[in-house]
Protein backbone atom coordinates (compact mmCIF):
# COMPACT_ATOMS: atom_id res chain seq x y z
CA UNK A 1 0.00 0.00 0.00
CA UNK A 2 2.81 2.11 1.00
CA UNK A 3 4.80 1.43 -2.20
CA UNK A 4 1.61 2.18 -4.48
CA UNK A 5 1.26 5.35 -2.70
CA UNK A 6 4.97 6.59 -3.07
CA UNK A 7 4.72 5.16 -6.75
CA UNK A 8 1.24 7.61 -7.26
CA UNK A 9 3.15 10.88 -6.19
CA UNK A 10 6.02 10.22 -8.34
CA UNK A 11 4.30 9.81 -10.99
CA UNK A 12 2.61 12.61 -10.64
CA UNK A 13 5.63 14.83 -10.34
CA UNK A 14 7.14 13.46 -12.99
CA UNK A 15 4.29 14.78 -15.04
CA UNK A 16 4.36 17.94 -13.68
CA UNK A 17 8.57 18.30 -14.49
CA UNK A 18 7.20 16.54 -18.37
CA UNK A 19 4.25 18.96 -18.72
CA UNK A 20 4.35 22.11 -16.96
CA UNK A 21 8.23 22.04 -16.91
CA UNK A 22 8.81 21.23 -20.02
CA UNK A 23 12.30 19.33 -19.18
CA UNK A 24 13.89 16.94 -21.26
CA UNK A 25 13.06 12.95 -21.59
CA UNK A 26 16.57 12.25 -19.63
CA UNK A 27 16.38 14.65 -17.14
CA UNK A 28 13.16 13.71 -15.80
CA UNK A 29 14.30 10.29 -16.21
CA UNK A 30 17.10 11.14 -13.92
CA UNK A 31 14.14 12.92 -11.00
CA UNK A 32 12.92 9.45 -11.41
CA UNK A 33 15.90 7.70 -10.30
CA UNK A 34 17.02 9.59 -7.49
CA UNK A 35 13.65 9.62 -6.48
CA UNK A 36 13.00 6.19 -6.74
CA UNK A 37 16.16 5.19 -5.00
CA UNK A 38 14.87 7.87 -1.78
CA UNK A 39 11.42 5.87 -1.89
CA UNK A 40 12.87 2.68 -1.35
CA UNK A 41 14.80 4.08 1.66
CA UNK A 42 11.58 4.91 3.27
CA UNK A 43 9.71 1.68 2.63
CA UNK A 44 12.46 0.04 4.63
CA UNK A 45 11.44 2.20 7.30
CA UNK A 46 7.78 1.88 6.82
CA UNK A 47 7.45 5.41 5.66
CA UNK A 48 6.05 7.60 2.88
CA UNK A 49 7.27 10.14 0.81
CA UNK A 50 4.59 12.68 2.00
CA UNK A 51 5.48 11.84 5.76
CA UNK A 52 9.08 12.15 5.97
CA UNK A 53 10.94 14.31 8.27
CA UNK A 54 14.01 16.20 8.30
CA UNK A 55 16.38 13.70 9.57
CA UNK A 56 14.77 10.72 7.32
CA UNK A 57 16.43 13.21 4.74
CA UNK A 58 20.13 13.69 6.06
CA UNK A 59 20.16 9.63 7.09
CA UNK A 60 19.38 8.74 3.55
CA UNK A 61 22.37 11.51 2.52
CA UNK A 62 24.92 9.75 5.01
CA UNK A 63 23.71 6.43 3.77
CA UNK A 64 25.05 7.43 0.24
CA UNK A 65 28.19 8.76 1.48
CA UNK A 66 28.85 5.65 3.65
CA UNK A 67 28.41 3.87 0.13
CA UNK A 68 31.24 5.97 -1.10
CA UNK A 69 28.98 7.95 -3.43
CA UNK A 70 30.68 11.01 -4.53
CA UNK A 71 30.21 14.20 -3.00
CA UNK A 72 28.29 15.20 -6.63
CA UNK A 73 26.12 12.76 -7.21
CA UNK A 74 24.62 13.05 -3.58
CA UNK A 75 24.28 16.88 -4.17
CA UNK A 76 21.81 15.92 -7.25
CA UNK A 77 19.88 13.83 -5.41
CA UNK A 78 19.38 16.29 -2.55
CA UNK A 79 18.46 18.76 -5.15
CA UNK A 80 15.99 16.22 -6.58
CA UNK A 81 14.00 15.85 -3.70
CA UNK A 82 14.50 19.75 -2.77
CA UNK A 83 12.32 20.16 -6.19
CA UNK A 84 10.00 17.37 -5.32
CA UNK A 85 9.09 18.54 -1.57
CA UNK A 86 8.63 22.26 -3.31
CA UNK A 87 6.20 21.18 -5.68
CA UNK A 88 4.82 19.24 -3.09
CA UNK A 89 4.05 22.35 -0.89
CA UNK A 90 2.72 24.57 -3.58
CA UNK A 91 0.25 21.49 -4.19
CA UNK A 92 -0.88 21.97 -0.60
CA UNK A 93 0.24 18.13 -0.03
CA UNK A 94 2.64 19.00 3.01
CA UNK A 95 3.15 21.65 5.42
CA UNK A 96 6.66 21.63 5.77
CA UNK A 97 9.63 20.73 3.77
CA UNK A 98 11.80 18.31 5.11
CA UNK A 99 14.86 19.16 3.10
CA UNK A 100 15.14 22.50 4.51
CA UNK A 101 18.18 23.59 6.24
CA UNK A 102 19.95 20.99 5.16
CA UNK A 103 23.57 22.05 3.61
CA UNK A 104 25.25 21.03 0.89
CA UNK A 105 26.69 18.06 0.29
CA UNK A 106 29.74 19.84 -0.46
CA UNK A 107 29.96 21.13 3.02
CA UNK A 108 29.22 17.67 4.63
CA UNK A 109 32.91 15.43 6.50
CA UNK A 110 31.53 11.79 6.95
CA UNK A 111 34.03 10.18 8.86
CA UNK A 112 34.73 6.52 6.83
CA UNK A 113 34.00 3.66 9.12
CA UNK A 114 36.53 2.31 11.07
CA UNK A 115 37.13 -0.65 13.49
CA UNK A 116 36.87 -1.07 17.00
CA UNK A 117 40.42 -1.51 18.66
CA UNK A 118 39.44 -4.77 19.56
CA UNK A 119 38.26 -5.59 16.54
CA UNK A 120 41.41 -4.49 14.56
CA UNK A 121 43.27 -7.09 16.86
CA UNK A 122 40.95 -9.71 16.24
CA UNK A 123 41.30 -9.12 12.41
CA UNK A 124 45.27 -8.87 12.56
CA UNK A 125 45.48 -12.56 14.57
CA UNK A 126 42.88 -13.75 12.71
CA UNK A 127 45.19 -15.57 10.28
CA UNK A 128 47.46 -16.81 11.98
CA UNK A 129 45.04 -18.25 13.92
CA UNK A 130 42.19 -19.79 11.00
CA UNK A 131 44.51 -21.01 8.52
CA UNK A 132 44.58 -25.06 8.51
CA UNK A 133 47.50 -26.80 6.88
CA UNK A 134 44.35 -28.95 5.03
CA UNK A 135 43.02 -26.50 2.96
CA UNK A 136 46.03 -25.12 0.96
CA UNK A 137 48.51 -28.36 1.03
CA UNK A 138 51.26 -28.53 3.15
CA UNK A 139 51.63 -27.23 6.70
CA UNK A 140 54.88 -25.40 5.69
CA UNK A 141 52.92 -23.90 2.77
CA UNK A 142 50.13 -23.26 4.99
CA UNK A 143 52.05 -21.38 7.51
CA UNK A 144 54.00 -19.31 4.69
CA UNK A 145 50.50 -17.96 3.48
CA UNK A 146 49.29 -16.97 6.52
CA UNK A 147 52.36 -15.12 7.64
CA UNK A 148 51.91 -13.14 4.50
CA UNK A 149 48.44 -12.95 4.87
CA UNK A 150 48.82 -11.73 8.87
CA UNK A 151 51.70 -9.16 7.61
CA UNK A 152 50.18 -7.62 4.84
CA UNK A 153 47.19 -6.90 7.58
CA UNK A 154 49.82 -5.29 9.93
CA UNK A 155 51.54 -3.15 6.91
CA UNK A 156 48.02 -2.25 6.26
CA UNK A 157 46.73 -0.69 9.33
CA UNK A 158 50.37 0.46 10.43
CA UNK A 159 50.86 2.86 6.77
CA UNK A 160 47.07 2.86 6.26
CA UNK A 161 47.79 2.16 2.63
CA UNK A 162 45.13 1.11 -0.36
CA UNK A 163 45.12 -2.39 -1.97
CA UNK A 164 47.13 -0.49 -5.10
CA UNK A 165 49.95 0.75 -2.85
CA UNK A 166 50.31 -3.14 -1.33
CA UNK A 167 49.89 -4.98 -4.17
CA UNK A 168 52.44 -2.93 -5.84
CA UNK A 169 54.74 -2.40 -3.41
CA UNK A 170 58.35 -3.39 -4.25
CA UNK A 171 60.94 -4.87 -1.97
CA UNK A 172 63.40 -1.77 -2.75
CA UNK A 173 60.89 0.64 -0.87
CA UNK A 174 60.72 -1.42 2.61
CA UNK A 175 63.45 0.41 4.79
CA UNK A 176 63.04 -1.63 7.51
CA UNK A 177 66.50 -1.12 9.67
CA UNK A 178 64.77 2.65 9.58
CA UNK A 179 61.29 1.61 10.52
CA UNK A 180 59.91 3.13 7.20
CA UNK A 181 58.61 2.26 3.56
CA UNK A 182 58.32 4.39 0.32
CA UNK A 183 54.54 4.21 -1.09
CA UNK A 184 53.64 5.17 -4.37
CA UNK A 185 49.84 6.55 -4.15
CA UNK A 186 47.62 8.13 -6.26
CA UNK A 187 49.31 9.84 -9.78
CA UNK A 188 52.60 8.01 -8.99
CA UNK A 189 53.27 10.32 -5.94
CA UNK A 190 56.07 8.83 -3.51
CA UNK A 191 55.26 9.80 0.27
CA UNK A 192 56.81 7.44 3.44
CA UNK A 193 54.74 5.99 5.98
CA UNK A 194 56.31 5.11 9.48
CA UNK A 195 55.87 1.29 10.56
CA UNK A 196 55.48 0.04 14.25
CA UNK A 197 56.95 -2.46 15.90
CA UNK A 198 54.64 -5.14 15.08
CA UNK A 199 54.57 -4.62 11.39
CA UNK A 200 58.70 -4.75 11.68
CA UNK A 201 58.79 -8.04 13.43
CA UNK A 202 55.75 -9.19 10.80
CA UNK A 203 57.77 -8.25 8.10
CA UNK A 204 60.85 -9.65 9.33
CA UNK A 205 59.59 -13.36 9.84
CA UNK A 206 58.08 -13.01 6.33
CA UNK A 207 61.04 -12.46 4.63
CA UNK A 208 62.78 -14.55 6.51
CA UNK A 209 60.53 -17.48 5.97
CA UNK A 210 57.51 -17.43 4.32
CA UNK A 211 58.78 -15.16 1.33
CA UNK A 212 60.68 -17.37 0.44
CA UNK A 213 58.59 -20.76 0.66
CA UNK A 214 56.23 -19.27 -1.42
CA UNK A 215 58.30 -18.73 -4.63
CA UNK A 216 58.49 -22.25 -4.84
CA UNK A 217 54.50 -22.75 -5.09
CA UNK A 218 52.58 -24.61 -3.50
CA UNK A 219 54.60 -28.25 -3.57
CA UNK A 220 57.67 -26.64 -3.03
CA UNK A 221 58.52 -27.93 -6.71
CA UNK A 222 59.19 -25.34 -9.74
CA UNK A 223 61.30 -25.62 -12.69
CA UNK A 224 64.48 -23.45 -12.31
CA UNK A 225 62.90 -21.09 -14.96
CA UNK A 226 59.80 -20.16 -12.83
CA UNK A 227 61.92 -20.61 -9.73
CA UNK A 228 64.59 -17.77 -10.71
CA UNK A 229 61.53 -15.66 -11.84
CA UNK A 230 60.08 -15.91 -8.67
CA UNK A 231 63.03 -15.32 -6.33
CA UNK A 232 63.88 -12.22 -8.85
CA UNK A 233 60.30 -11.01 -8.30
CA UNK A 234 60.91 -6.89 -7.16
CA UNK A 235 57.47 -7.24 -5.72
CA UNK A 236 57.15 -7.30 -1.45
CA UNK A 237 54.25 -9.44 -1.32
CA UNK A 238 53.32 -12.56 -3.58
CA UNK A 239 51.21 -15.01 -4.70
CA UNK A 240 52.30 -18.78 -4.99
CA UNK A 241 55.01 -18.93 -7.76
CA UNK A 242 56.23 -15.34 -7.00
CA UNK A 243 53.14 -14.12 -9.12
CA UNK A 244 51.70 -10.39 -8.57
CA UNK A 245 48.72 -11.12 -6.13
CA UNK A 246 45.14 -9.86 -7.17
CA UNK A 247 43.13 -6.69 -5.86
CA UNK A 248 40.65 -9.58 -5.56
CA UNK A 249 42.59 -11.96 -3.36
CA UNK A 250 43.52 -9.47 -1.62
CA UNK A 251 39.88 -7.76 -0.35
CA UNK A 252 38.70 -11.47 0.18
CA UNK A 253 41.51 -11.93 2.72
CA UNK A 254 40.74 -8.77 4.44
CA UNK A 255 36.93 -9.82 4.30
CA UNK A 256 37.91 -13.19 6.27
CA UNK A 257 40.50 -12.24 8.78
CA UNK A 258 38.04 -9.42 9.35
CA UNK A 259 35.17 -12.03 9.99
CA UNK A 260 37.07 -13.01 13.72
CA UNK A 261 36.19 -10.25 14.80
CA UNK A 262 32.50 -10.27 13.23
CA UNK A 263 32.74 -7.60 10.45
CA UNK A 264 32.94 -7.57 6.87
CA UNK A 265 35.65 -5.02 6.62
CA UNK A 266 37.03 -4.42 3.36
CA UNK A 267 40.85 -3.16 2.93
CA UNK A 268 39.91 0.75 2.69
CA UNK A 269 38.43 0.58 6.28
CA UNK A 270 41.74 -0.63 7.73
CA UNK A 271 43.24 2.68 6.61
CA UNK A 272 40.62 4.44 7.62
CA UNK A 273 40.80 2.43 11.06
CA UNK A 274 44.74 3.48 11.21
CA UNK A 275 43.68 7.14 10.14
CA UNK A 276 40.96 7.04 13.07
CA UNK A 277 42.88 5.57 15.89
CA UNK A 278 45.56 7.82 15.63
CA UNK A 279 43.52 10.59 15.65
CA UNK A 280 41.43 9.37 18.63
CA UNK A 281 45.17 9.01 20.34
CA UNK A 282 46.15 13.05 20.21
CA UNK A 283 47.91 12.67 16.47
CA UNK A 284 47.59 16.19 14.77
CA UNK A 285 45.89 16.24 11.34
CA UNK A 286 49.03 17.30 9.53
CA UNK A 287 50.57 13.85 10.55
CA UNK A 288 47.58 11.93 9.60
CA UNK A 289 47.44 13.91 6.31
CA UNK A 290 51.37 13.47 5.62
CA UNK A 291 51.12 9.02 6.33
CA UNK A 292 47.48 8.64 4.23
CA UNK A 293 49.10 10.74 1.28
CA UNK A 294 46.72 13.30 1.00
CA UNK A 295 47.59 16.04 -1.08
CA UNK A 296 45.37 18.48 0.46
CA UNK A 297 44.60 19.00 4.21
CA UNK A 298 41.29 18.96 3.28
CA UNK A 299 40.65 15.58 2.54
CA UNK A 300 42.10 14.85 5.96
CA UNK A 301 39.62 17.13 7.52
CA UNK A 302 37.02 14.52 7.81
CA UNK A 303 38.72 13.26 10.91
CA UNK A 304 38.12 16.60 12.42
CA UNK A 305 35.50 15.82 14.72
CA UNK A 306 37.68 12.98 16.58
CA UNK A 307 40.07 15.47 16.57
CA UNK A 308 37.82 18.34 18.50
CA UNK A 309 36.10 15.33 20.87
CA UNK A 310 39.82 14.50 21.93
CA UNK A 311 40.57 18.20 22.29
CA UNK A 312 37.31 18.37 24.10
CA UNK A 313 38.26 15.55 26.66
CA UNK A 314 41.94 16.31 27.73
CA UNK A 315 40.37 20.04 28.10
CA UNK A 316 37.81 18.96 30.43
CA UNK A 317 40.25 16.71 32.01
CA UNK A 318 42.74 19.39 32.38
CA UNK A 319 41.72 22.81 32.36
CA UNK A 320 40.99 24.25 36.35
CA UNK A 321 37.67 25.85 34.93
CA UNK A 322 36.54 23.03 32.98
CA UNK A 323 34.21 21.61 35.33
CA UNK A 324 31.80 22.80 37.50
CA UNK A 325 32.60 24.13 40.69
Not at 8 to 26: C, M, V
Not at 59 to 71: C, H, K, M, P, R
Not at 238 to 263: D, H
Not at 292 to 321: C, E, F, M, N, W
Request: aromatic content about 6%.
Amino acid sequence: MKSESNSRLLSSFLDYLRIEKGLAPLSVSAYATDIGQFSEFLEKRKRLLLTVRHIDVREFLQQLFSYQVDGRSVGRKLSALRHLYRYLLLDKKIEHDPTLNIESPKQWKVLPKAMARDEMEATLAAPLTLRSSSAHGSASYSSALAARDHTMLEVFYAGALRVSEIINAKLEDLKLDAGYMLVRGKGDKEHVVPLGKSAQDALRKYLAEARPALTAGKRGIASAAAAAHAKNSPLLFIARGGRKLTRQRVWQMVRAASAASGRAASPHMLRHSCATHMVENGADLRTVQTILGHADISTTQVYTHLALDRLRTVYQKHHPRAKAR
